[in-house]
């Protein structure tokens, strides 16, 4: 066959093969979606409840945290942890508080590590405020940073709070969850807060709870 009439041959295979590419690739990614939409729930988190920040995030849950009663559905039973219900003894903060939706639950682990898990849901503001606030007016001396915390795929940003009182240390995790980017009050808002005693040096107790939180989280983007 000539030189020149193998071009054409040439370039037409070329092309099929690109095509070929394109279409795996675009297949593999319609297959992740696919993958990810039946195993994930989407949200929106932030570590500020009253502004938009850097921090915020597209994130990938296990479980449902939209506002509503199965938020008290969340598994005991969590990779490694076994959870427990604990009664809210403080009915003031209830009173006060007005929340939809109440999770307070202690966490343990086969180890005798053990967090508690408090998880928020309302659409009014006045169910939420920083946790800063309740241990600076207890008499605990805090100090507050923004906190990552690495994902299978991704960062999710968290508020750390460390607070001191009488030999006492706990470290607190918590950040805020939005059905959507418009972060509409009337849509709800779900605060997700893990709180350790110090366990070891500090960076032992932020793994323990990092640990726990990704039982729970998947992925994150901007």
Known sequence: MPQHSRRPLVVIVLLLLTLGVVAASYGRDVLRSQQNDASAYTY???????????????????????????????PLQVGEWEGADVPQSNIEVLILLEPEEYVYRRYRRSDGKYLWLSIIGSRQAKSFHSPQICYDADGWQTEVSAEPVELEDGDLYTFKLQAVKDG????????YLYPSTVRSPDDGTVLFKVTAPLDGSLAETLELQKAFIREFFIRAHS
Not at 47 to 60: A, L
Not at 168 to 175: A, D, G, N, S
Request: without cysteine; proline residues 3%.
């Open 44 to 74: 929106v988190a932030d570590i500020d409840r009253w502004r938009r920040t850097s921090r915020e995030r597209i994130v990938e849950a296990r479980y449902d945290f939209s506002l509503g009663p199965q938020l008290a559905d969340l």
């Open 168 to 175: 006492w240390e706990h470290v607190v995790l918590y950040f």
